[in-house]
């Protein structure tokens, strides 16, 4: 889990760089470059994609490819449980500092579903006494509000309702419980406000499109007065607004020549290809990571190789009704019978991936499957491991990786059709 999200950490940040160069400003003018907000919806979903993929058990897809061989063949071990509080605590760390981040959110859109509210001549519009910017309030409310002594206009009432029709409100407040349980990581920061100035930018063209001239410089000295720092940290709220100050200069220029110059028709530098690009590499990235991860812990389970003394072959169960015969191939190789080495044919049926314990006395117990090619031949694996020995060792082993394979020989090819023939009934 903590990989995973060590892995989203890291992609946001290179999926916000990529977006940051992409949209910066050139000689064709502030914000030309400027997506729509579908657009970096679609970039914060790509954020998340490695490290989705990453959660997927992929070992019960790509171990059994790899497994070769006949006789059973002992990995690595791992000692006792040392080190394996670390890992634990690191992640009830991290959820715990997400937690507080994600429930002081969540607290401030409660506190915004609690704001005093006196309705107004105009349907689905409140007045509110709050010193806050007009908003709209998201689900179960869904309506509109703008403080007391504002002027409630024809074009800042569309505006707020182009919101609601795009469940702005709603989308806003995941975004940023998505940003908190990321621990306010800078990139998908980035891409949140990027999202959040672009909802505004749609609102404003929604809210302007049919004024004329004049009343789009009034409609925008409006949102400069409602949209003035009035203290607190306003960001974090989850509803759709914007902190129009120095600090976010370009935002207000953006959103003043678009709304003055009716720049809606600018037509923006197509995002398409980079989208592609970033979910292919997404994908790319959440699938390589996942697959070096599980073989790296298959082969890092443990110190060193241990060595049995005894090691009991396992037996072919009585039968498997449900065993594909058609796939089984045989080759040639060098068999053992009456204790004499002679030329013959071997068949693979199965393999069996296990994991065990052994005590210090060196007896093996706790065994348990890990994969399979199938489950005929579990039960019968795990009762030969049961038999094996290690010898005293200074200390018990935990979680010892063993594959069993089972696999069936004979002179000549007569013999083994005989036996598939049984095997298979």
Same mark, same amino acid.
């Given at each position: 889990?903590?990989?995973?999200?060590?892995?989203?950490?890291?992609?946001?940040?290179?999926?916000?760089?990529?977006?940051?160069?992409?949209?910066?400003?050139?000689?064709?003018?502030?914000?030309?470059?400027?997506?729509?907000?579908?657009?970096?919806?679609?970039?914060?979903?790509?954020?998340?994609?490695?490290?989705?993929?990453?959660?997927?058990?992929?070992?019960?897809?790509?171990?059994?490819?790899?497994?070769?061989?006949?006789?059973?063949?002992?990995?690595?071990?791992?000692?006792?449980?040392?080190?394996?509080?670390?890992?634990?605590?690191?992640?009830?760390?991290?959820?715990?500092?997400?937690?507080?981040?994600?429930?002081?959110?969540?607290?401030?859109?409660?506190?915004?579903?609690? !704001?005093? #509210? =006196?309705?107004?001549?105009?349907? /689905?519009?409140?007045? $509110? +006494?709050? *010193?806050? @910017?007009?908003?709209? &309030?998201?689900?179960?409310?869904?309506?509109?509000?703008?403080?007391?002594?504002?002027?409630?206009?024809?074009?800042?009432?569309?505006?707020?309702?182009?919101?609601?029709?795009?469940?702005?409100?709603?989308?806003?407040?995941?975004?940023?419980?998505?940003?908190?349980?990321?621990?306010?990581?800078?990139?998908?920061?980035?891409?949140?406000?990027?999202?959040?100035?672009?909802?505004?930018?749609?609102?404003?063209?929604?809210?302007?499109?049919?004024?004329?001239?004049?009343?789009?410089?009034?409609?925008?000295? !409006?949102? #400069? =007065?409602?949209?003035?720092?009035? /203290?607190?940290?306003? $960001? +974090?709220? *989850?509803? @759709?607004?914007?902190? &129009?100050?120095?600090?976010?200069?370009?935002?207000?220029?953006?959103?003043?020549?678009?709304?003055?110059?009716?720049?809606?028709?600018?037509?923006?530098?197509?995002?398409?290809?980079?989208?592609?690009?970033?979910?292919?590499?997404?994908?790319?990235?959440?699938?390589?990571?996942?697959?070096?991860?599980?073989?790296?812990?298959?082969?890092?389970?443990?110190?060193?190789?241990?060595?049995?003394?005894?090691?009991?072959?396992?037996?072919?169960?009585?039968?498997?009704?449900?065993?594909?015969?058609?796939?089984?191939?045989?080759?040639?190789?060098?068999?053992?019978?009456?204790?004499?080495?002679?030329?013959?044919?071997?068949?693979?049926?199965?393999?069996?991936?296990?994991?065990?314990?052994?005590?210090?006395?060196?007896?093996?117990?706790?065994?348990?499957?890990?994969?399979?090619?199938?489950?005929?031949?579990?039960?019968?694996?795990?009762?030969?491991?049961?038999?094996?020995?290690?010898?005293?060792?200074?200390?018990?082993?935990?979680?010892?990786?063993?594959?069993?394979?089972?696999?069936?020989?004979?002179?000549?090819?007569?013999?083994?059709?005989?036996?598939?023939?049984?095997?298979?009934?």
């Amino acid at each position: 889990m903590i990989e995973a999200l060590g892995l989203v950490h890291v992609w946001s940040l290179i999926v916000a760089g990529g977006a940051w160069y992409l949209q910066r400003d050139g000689n064709d003018g502030t914000g030309s470059r400027f997506p729509g907000p579908n657009v970096w919806a679609m970039l914060i979903w790509v954020s998340l994609l490695p490290g989705l993929i990453y959660l997927i058990p992929f070992s019960d897809y790509v171990v059994l490819p790899q497994i070769q061989g006949f006789e059973a063949e002992a990995l690595r071990a791992e000692v006792g449980s040392q080190g394996g509080i670390w890992l634990p605590s690191l992640l009830m760390l991290y959820l715990s500092g997400a937690g507080v981040l994600m429930a002081r959110t969540l607290w401030r859109w409660f506190r915004l579903q609690r !704001l005093p #509210l =006196q309705p107004t001549a105009e349907p /689905g519009v409140f007045s $509110t +006494s709050e *010193p806050l @910017p007009p908003l709209t &309030l998201s689900w179960p409310k869904r309506v509109v509000v703008i403080p007391e002594g504002m002027e409630a206009s024809p074009a800042l009432i569309r505006h707020e309702r182009a919101h609601l029709q795009h469940n702005d409100g709603e989308l806003t407040l995941l975004f940023l419980l998505l940003h908190d349980a990321l621990l306010r990581n800078p990139g998908m920061g980035f891409l949140v406000r990027q999202w959040r100035l672009a909802i505004e930018l749609r609102a404003d063209r929604a809210a302007t499109q049919k004024l004329s001239a004049s009343d789009r410089k009034s409609y925008a000295t !409006l949102l #400069l =007065q409602s949209h003035r720092p009035k /203290g607190g940290d306003e $960001t +974090s709220l *989850p509803c @759709p607004t914007a902190q &129009l100050g120095a600090s976010r200069q370009r935002r207000v220029k953006m959103r003043l020549l678009e709304i003055i110059e009716n720049r809606s028709d600018v037509p923006k530098r197509s995002w398409r290809a980079a989208i592609i690009f970033a979910l292919s590499a997404a994908g790319v990235v959440g699938l390589t990571t996942a697959a070096i991860s599980a073989e790296s812990r298959s082969d890092e389970r443990g110190l060193g190789t241990v060595g049995y003394i005894t090691q009991t072959s396992p037996e072919l169960p009585a039968s498997c009704p449900d065993y594909e015969i058609e796939d089984v191939t045989s080759e040639r190789a060098m068999i053992t019978v009456n204790g004499q080495r002679v030329p013959g044919y071997k068949v693979r049926l199965g393999t069996v991936l296990l994991l065990h314990d052994v005590r210090q006395n060196g007896s093996v117990h706790n065994p348990r499957v890990l994969d399979s090619t199938n489950r005929c031949f579990e039960a019968e694996a795990a009762n030969a491991l049961l038999q094996w020995t290690t010898g005293p060792r200074p200390q018990s082993l935990k979680s010892v990786v063993v594959k069993m394979h089972f696999g069936i020989s004979g002179e000549d090819l007569d013999e083994l059709k005989e036996q598939i023939a049984d095997f298979g009934q």
